[in-house]
């Protein structure tokens, strides 16, 4: 069952976490993404793809600004900004309420995105990166999700006792900050480094880490990734099935955000299996 969870937005109304999953909409405004590179970099189609995930029901925006697939190329901090700042200030605009989340590894952006109408810094190096993300984030009383990003990470590393390890220091690096341990969402961060075997074995043994961090809700990131490709064989724009199988799996072992491209489609899957754990008439559960 899934552990419950407030997280404060100094901007908007508490996200509560808890029995009912929250689907997270990936807006890449960005010319080179793994799967929709180059479709919503232009600020219309930014604010025209935020609007549809809305209307499918997108509990949350998470807009990103340098792609972190494999051979990508690095972002400069002003091109990152002249991405992201116009694309957050026109989906406002467009009267969009739900929360934003910035995904950047770069203080400045952070910090202009939280400005800008940000409400949540998604971090991929998980606060062991730029020493002020979290002093950011504290200053501005937002939330984190801290993902998991071992530059150490081998093939034969055992994932869960490493995750909990790195995501001890994150812990410690946002208290030293002035970050509540509450405001930190973990992110295990599927295919980042991660062999096949690992990727399946993480999240088979989901539940065994968030039984690690019980203050800490667990977000799950697997859409369209290459651990469904790999196996299946298929193309991103192929993986539909697989990922609704994985947002499934992560459910049940107690995941409470959903990062997804397909928006509509893993709202109907979460909502059959909450159904199934918490009984047909939960649509109201936090």
Known sequence: MHTTHTITLPKRAPLVLGGRARVMGILNVTPDSFSDGGRHNSIDAAVAHALKM?????????????STRPGSQLVSVQDELDRVIPA?????????????????????????????????????????????????????????IAMHWDGDW???????????????RTLATAEAAGLQRSQIILDPGFGFKKRLSQNYQILRQ????KSAFSEQPL????????MIGKLLDNLPEERLAGTLATTVQGYERGGHI?????????QDALRVAQATLYGPNSENQS
Do not use: C, W
């Open 219 to 226: 977000l799950v990131g697997t859409s369209r990734k290459s």
């Open 88 to 144: 957050i200030d026109a989906i406002r605009a467009s009267g969009i309420e739900v929360p934003i989340s910035v995904d950047t590894y770069k203080p400045l952006v952070a910090d202009q995105a939280i400005q800008a109408g940000a409400d949540i810094i998604n971090d991929v190096n998980g606060l062991h990166g730029a020493p002020e993300m979290a002093e950011i984030a504290a200053l501005y009383g937002v939330p984190v």
């Open 154 to 168: 081998v093939a034969d590393t055992a994932p869960i006792p490493a995750m909990i390890s790195y995501f001890e």
């Open 54 to 66: 809305v209307q499918d029901g997108a509990d949350i925006i998470d807009i990103g600004g340098e």
């Open 206 to 209: 989901l539940a065994d880490l």
């Open 258 to 266: 959903f990062r997804v491209h397909d928006v509509a489609a893993n």
